[in-house]
T-cell receptor, first 115, second 112 residues
Framework: DQQVKQNSPSLSVQEGRISILNCDYT??????FLWYKKYPAEGPTFLIS?????DKNEDGRFTVFLNKSAKHLSLHIVPSQPGDSAVYFC??????????????FGTGTLLAVQP | KAGVTQTPRYLIKTRGQQVTLSCSPI?????VSWYQQTPGQGLQFLFE???????NKGNFPGRFSGRQFSNSRSEMNVSTLELGDSALYLC???????????FGPGTRLTVL
């Protein structure tokens, strides 16, 4: 049972344009969400997070939006750069500030930014 | 500040053997979690430790075990290796609960 889903296995975007990566979840107990970027043979790199008390969080070129009623979150990258090409994972945890750091990961979206 | 380190980076074992992987968290971090990444199952949570105590465990057989030492360093052990245990094993550390987790580079385990 995939509790965190990234339905687009891949996405191709032109340099300078916006990249939008989507993520859906099924467990209403999830209340803290994170995005990670991963290159092959390396560990994931933390990008940005959002708690369920917010609907938007920005950090430089990265913005995460959370729609709790739809159980949907998205990562916007503006402007996209070739160095952003990687696999992006969304992750969720059921207990922000509580007694677990367990992350449930989506299956990932491969972003390719074309020069 | 040094990041999360994992040793060894690569391992080749044969079925039936056992293996121990090591993780050193970022200095000051007390929480360590382990994940398995495979092409078929993606990134899956194995277990997490905080102050030497296992706080949570994923859906893996008892062949997978771990521990955390007083200096927050952690080890995971897999006994009686199976071909399906071939994976990238990732360790993540954080200050505590509700904080961002930072991942190490992983240990690539190949079981022949």
């Amino acid at each position: 049972d995939q509790q965190v889903k990234q339905n687009s296995p891949s996405l191709s975007v032109q340099e300078g344009r916006i990249s939008i990566l989507n993520c859906d979840y099924t467990n209403s107990m999830f209340d803290y969400f994170l995005w990670y970027k991963k290159y092959p043979a390396e560990g994931p790199t933390f990008l940005i997070s959002i708690s369920s008390i917010k609907d938007k969080n920005e950090d430089g070129r990265f913005t995460v939006f959370l729609n709790k009623s739809a159980k949907h979150l998205s990562l916007h990258i503006v402007p996209s750069q070739p160095g952003d090409s990687a696999v992006y994972f969304c992750a969720a945890t059921p207990n922000y500030g509580g007694a677990t750091n367990k992350l449930i990961f989506g299956t990932g979206t491969l972003l390719a930014v074309q020069p | 500040k040094a990041g999360v380190t994992q040793t060894p980076r690569y391992l080749i074992k044969t079925r039936g053997q056992q293996v121990t992987l090591s993780c050193s968290p970022i200095s000051g971090h007390r929480s360590v979690s382990w994940y398995q990444q495979t092409p078929g199952q993606g990134l899956q949570f194995l277990f997490e430790y905080f102050s030497e105590t296992q706080r949570n465990k994923g859906n893996f057989p008892g062949r997978f075990s771990g521990r955390q030492f007083s200096n927050s360093r952690s080890e995971m052990n897999v006994s009686t290796l199976e071909l399906g245990d071939s994976a990238l094993y990732l360790c993540a550390s954080s200050l505590g609960w509700g904080n961002e987790q930072f991942f190490g580079p992983g240990t690539r385990l190949t079981v022949l």
